[in-house]
Nanobody, 117 residues
């Protein structure tokens, strides 16, 4: 069983920065891709950013230019650097691992990010 553990969520003022981490219990290079999602109260979970095993990245338009996804294959960690945070970024942020083949995706338990004055 693969475990994903997110950390780094916090309460921050608008304009502030946070870096989220996702620690994975298995080599992240073995996954087809890794991703960060978020879910705000009353809203559906949405994709924030993703990164492939070869390092290609994709970022949602709502956070483009502010959020950056990266990974450390040696440490089996995935990061989400969040800058210029806005109140609408408030959500629980989840890490997801997408296996190769037809296996089910793996999810972490989430970490809360709250942006307010």
């Amino acid at each position: 069983q693969v475990q994903l553990v997110e950390s780094g969520g916090d309460l921050v003022q608008p304009g502030g920065s946070l870096r989220l981490s996702c620690a994975v219990s298995r080599s992240i290079f073995s996954f087809r891709s890794m991703a960060w999602y978020r879910q705000a109260p009353g809203k559906q979970r949405e994709l924030v950013a993703s990164i492939t095993s070869l390092g290609g990245t994709s970022t949602a338009d709502s956070v483009k230019g502010r959020f950056t996804i990266s990974k450390d294959n040696a440490e089996n960690k995935v990061y989400l650097q969040m800058n210029s945070l806005k109140p609408e970024d408030t959500a629980v942020y989840y890490c997801k691992a997408v296996p190769r083949g037809t296996l089910n995706d793996y999810w972490g338990q989430g970490t809360q990010v709250t942006v307010c004055t």
